[in-house]
Nanobody, 126 residues
């Protein structure tokens, strides 16, 4: 599976952005798709994930209530709607995928994701 992320940009604090991650290479069925982010000098951080089968959604504590992950089955695309953005949300955002429908205890672990898209940069600044 190949992942193509897009939608990053510069936004003021309090603003919104929507990231997209288009999957290609095979029809998605049992996969888990997610978003991680990383800033220089820090470890990659879990942001959100969605199970393709059933649509269960999971969020990191830092974004819960502000970000929403969703999917478009027909287009094999995952979206990350980011609202009420803060300067600390500034990061390179990566789309990631696992061939499995990950269980709760695994869904935040970077090592459980098999394929990664290129990052898309989000900058929150006034």
């Amino acid at each position: 599976v190949q992942l193509q992320a897009s939608g990053g940009g510069v936004v003021q604090p309090g603003g919104s952005l929507r990231l997209s991650c288009a999957a290609s290479g095979r029809t998605l069925s049992r996969e888990t798709l997610g978003w991680f982010r990383q800033t220089p000098g820090k470890e990659r951080e879990f942001v959100a994930a969605i199970r393709w089968s059933g649509g269960s959604k999971f969020y990191g504590d830092a974004v819960k209530g502000r970000f929403t992950i969703s999917r478009n089955n027909a287009e094999s695309t995952v979206y990350l709607q980011m609202n009420s953005l803060k300067p600390e949300d500034t990061a390179l955002y990566y789309c990631a995928g696992s061939g499995l429908s990950l269980i709760l205890s695994e869904i935040r672990k970077i090592a459980r994701y098999d394929y990664w898209g290129q990052g898309t940069l989000v900058t929150v600044s006034s």
